[in-house]
């Protein structure tokens, strides 16, 4: 019974703060292009703020392990309404940039090193694809509807709005997070040590992976650019991609679960996307929008059939945190280098590009693995 008490209470959980993050989240890129700030600026934030969650989330591990995680989790979501505060202020400066860099990076950190550390504890090894994508069902839907409310509270509302919701709600959902039970022997952070036990393709399976982060980042301000200039659309195709990734989101959790992984496919198949979405300038992007969120589920639960199943027999923790070390630091080198490319179309084909090499390495080493094996 507690089993199926820590599965209910972690989807109270994530359905209203996956529901509160994406209010702003979704838009964030937009919301600082259309506030005043040049692309280089936007793209100099996502650098930044990918670069400082490197040491952030291993302090945030650390601390974790010692105390509590849910303390890092009230952490990152008092980071997250400082966050708020700041967008309500903002200022045209470097420095300013800078700042909510820092803590964005102390609100993302402080969620995903506390949830992953959650879903870890009630997730089995066995079909884990299968019963993770329950649990995105219920993010999906959650995003829905912030897509559509978040669009109108910016456009037709103060963002003062927004952080009175943030503060009731994100409190809300700390009550259903503190009644998880969980059995869980801390261990010292050993980083180096571990390392050398995650295996080299799951390695690229993660980089590559995350690297489509940055893609859904670049993406709004292509579509305010080069389609239409507004959040209720930017709102929209997020709901419209949800929409998709729900609908076939229990039929991929079964077929990944018991057949082979669809990872290399669906990256393909993601990467088609993107560039049939800058081939289109006009409302017909809706249905690129909608084929993509099916592929980009398959690819999804293809990952964390990786994720859940290839840990080496390395303890939670290092696993989580070394994921998430590779996922900053893929994300800040890559947008390291997106600030010495001044056209939005341009980020968007170098990221793919970036993508599909690492897909080919990643398809050279499985090989390699699958042969070895074989011997």
Not at 303 to 321: A, P, Q, R
Request: aromatic share 16%; with cysteine.
């Amino acid at each position: 019974m507690k089993k199926n008490d820590n599965f209910l209470y972690f989807n109270i959980f994530n359905f209203i703060s996956t529901f509160v993050r994406a209010l702003i989240e979704i838009f964030i890129s937009l919301y600082l292009f259309k506030n005043g700030f040049s692309i280089k600026s936007v793209i100099l934030f996502y650098f930044l703020a990918n670069l400082f969650a490197i040491p952030i989330a291993y302090i945030y591990a650390s601390i974790g392990e010692k105390t509590k995680y849910s303390y890092i989790m009230a952490v990152g979501y008092i980071s997250f309404i400082i966050l708020q505060l700041l967008l309500r202020n903002i200022v045209l400066s470097d420095l300013y940039i800078l700042l909510i860099a820092i803590i964005y990076s102390l609100y993302r950190r402080g969620y995903w090193i506390s949830r992953r550390f959650y879903i870890s504890h009630i997730i089995p090894k066995r079909k884990s694809s299968f019963i993770y994508s329950i649990i995105m069902v219920s993010i999906q839907v959650a995003k829905i509807l912030s897509g559509y409310i978040g669009s109108y509270l910016l456009s037709s509302a103060d963002i003062s709005t927004l952080i009175v919701i943030s503060v009731i709600l994100l409190s809300l959902s700390l009550i259903p997070l503190s009644k998880i039970k969980y059995e869980n022997k801390p261990v010292k952070i050993e980083l180096r040590k571990n390392l050398k036990k995650y295996r080299i393709d799951s390695l690229l399976a993660f980089s590559f992976f995350e690297l489509d982060d940055l893609l859904s980042y670049l993406f709004p301000i292509y579509i305010a650019l080069y389609v239409n200039n507004s959040y209720q659309l930017a709102g929209n195709l997020n709901a419209i991609s949800n929409v998709a990734i729900i609908i076939f989101i229990l039929i991929y959790g079964k077929i990944i679960n018991n057949k082979k992984n669809y990872l290399i496919l669906s990256t393909v198949l993601v990467l088609v996307c993107v560039f049939f979405k800058l081939s289109i300038n006009s409302y017909l992007i809706v249905i690129v929008y909608f084929i993509e969120g099916l592929v980009l589920k398959m690819q999804n639960q293809s990952n964390n059939k990786i994720y859940f199943e290839n840990n080496n027999g390395m303890d939670i923790t290092h696993y989580s945190l070394l994921y998430q070390i590779i996922e900053c630091l893929m994300r800040a080198v890559v947008s390291f280098l997106l600030l010495f490319i001044f056209d939005v179309r341009l980020m968007i084909v170098f990221v793919s590009l970036i993508i599909l090499v690492l897909l080919v390495l990643y398809v050279i080493v499985t090989k390699k693995l699958i042969r070895y094996r074989l011997k």
